[in-house]
């Protein structure tokens, strides 16, 4: 039997413009959005090629906004991923070259934390 993460609740603040800094800033697809009622948001966003989404919302969470646990994105060219934060301007560090890996890191507007890893052992990232 697979067991498999489909789903990590990330709590933000604002939720349209989270939205927008992952879809248009970091690159996620927007999946779904809707409104089940006056106090239920749920938003699904993914990234390019991830089995894995995030959800964001209103009423989803009783966690305060930016306490996601630290999340990670694996990318087969640091380079691009770097480059294309940096071009749609988002605040992030500089490649940091690690025995382990390669890594940038970006928090979205509420502080939650990313990091963005590239595996130079693993065929294809």
């Not at 990590?8 to 690159?27: H, I, L, M, T």
């Amino acid at each position: 039997m697979d067991w498999k993460l489909e789903l990590v609740f990330v709590p933000v603040s604002d939720v349209d413009r989270a939205k927008d800094f992952y879809v248009n800033k970091v690159g996620f697809n927007a999946d779904y959005d809707q409104r089940v009622n006056e106090n239920l948001r749920f938003v699904q966003l993914t990234p390019p090629g991830s089995a894995c989404s995030i959800a964001i919302g209103q009423g989803l969470s009783d966690a305060a906004p930016g306490t996601a646990p630290n999340l990670q994105i694996v990318v087969s060219d640091i380079q691009k991923a770097y480059d294309q934060l940096k071009g749609n301007g988002v605040d992030c560090s500089e490649i940091e070259v690690l025995d382990w890996g390669h890594f940038v890191y970006f928090q979205d507007p509420d502080g939650n934390r990313w990091a963005v890893q590239y595996i130079p052992s693993r065929p294809n990232g």
